[in-house]
Nanobody, 127 residues
Framework: QAQLTESGGGLMQAGDSLRLSCTAS????????GAWFRQVPGKEREFVAA????????DYADSVKGRFTISRDNAKKTVYLQMNNLEPADTARYYC????????????????????WGPGTQVTVSS
């Protein structure tokens, strides 16, 4: 079973850009879609973006469309989240995840559909 590790979080200012990375320990991750979620204390985990296993299909939460871009490099077993024009509302702990189903173009937005999670990386955006 693949393990996922996020990196790239930090303390930013509104309007800044930041790129998060999610690297898998096993090669099987290349056959699964990858997703980013975020969570603030006291709130439910929120879908941010997802990308199919081959990179052909992407989906975004309305709140990040036009500002965030998800991509992947299967040679590096890594999924990225490029975040531009950051806002204080983007402050959260960001998690990457892989679903139960492999080699599908269906992108899920519910945390329950995801089997493997990383420990997360904190992104804090000040105004």
């Amino acid at each position: 079973q693949a393990q996922l590790t996020e990196s790239g979080g930090g303390l930013m200012q509104a309007g800044d850009s930041l790129r998060l990375s999610c690297t898998a320990s096993g090669s099987s991750f290349n056959y699964y879609s990858g997703a980013w979620f975020r969570q603030v204390p006291g709130k439910e985990r929120e879908f941010v973006a997802a990308i199919s296993w081959n990179g052909n299909v992407r989906d975004y939460a309305d709140s990040v469309k036009g500002r965030f871009t998800i991509s992947r490099d299967n040679a590096k077993k890594t999924v990225y989240l490029q975040m531009n024009n950051l806002e204080p509302a983007d402050t959260a702990r960001y998690y990457c995840a892989a679903p139960y189903e492999r080699m599908t173009s269906t992108l899920y937005k519910q945390p329950d559909e995801y089997r493997v999670w990383g420990p997360g990386t904190q992104v804090t955006v000040s105004s």
